[in-house]
């Protein structure tokens, strides 16, 4: 068997399923606590059989889906008060904290919204469950991270 390059780095990733190009599972290891190799393959799984948004991916669907890889950058905490202006769309992915509420929303996804830097704050924050305007409040955590996509598109 051949190494893959890149496989024994220790970085998280997020791996999205796609079918038909329509969202099918997506789910990630943030912490470069382990293995790229490793990460991917758990990912992948876990994307097919438990993101609790779908149900989980059948035999028959393989052949309709496509993957993409997103290996994440560490993670930077962006300084309070946030300024929106340091967000650049398409190349910053966001993730935000607050007393055990967090969110990660991948770079890619406020492209393919066609969100400006705050509606992009305000939907990570909204998929925390916090309100909309929560990264602006004290005692809120703002991160950036940039993203290595790969895919079979």
Known sequence: ????????????AFVTLLE?????????HVAADQTLGLVVQEMTIAAARDDPRFAPIT????????????VLAEPTP????????CIEIGRDG????????TA??????????????EAFLGATARKA?????????????VFSFQADVFGDE
């Open 1 to 12: 068997m051949c190494a893959v390059p890149g496989a024994a780095l220790h970085r998280g």
């Open 20 to 28: 038909r190009g329509a969202l099918r599972g997506c789910i990630g």
């Open 59 to 70: 035999l028959d669907e393989l052949p309709a889906l496509t993957l993409e890889i997103s």
């Open 78 to 85: 962006i300084p309070a008060p946030v300024d929106p202006a």
């Open 94 to 101: 966001l993730i935000v904290r607050r007393e055990g509420a």
């Open 104 to 117: 990660l929303l991948l770079p890619q996804v406020a492209t393919e919204y066609h969100w400006g830097p």
């Open 129 to 141: 469950g916090l309100a909309p305007d929560a990264w602006r409040e004290p005692g809120t955590e």
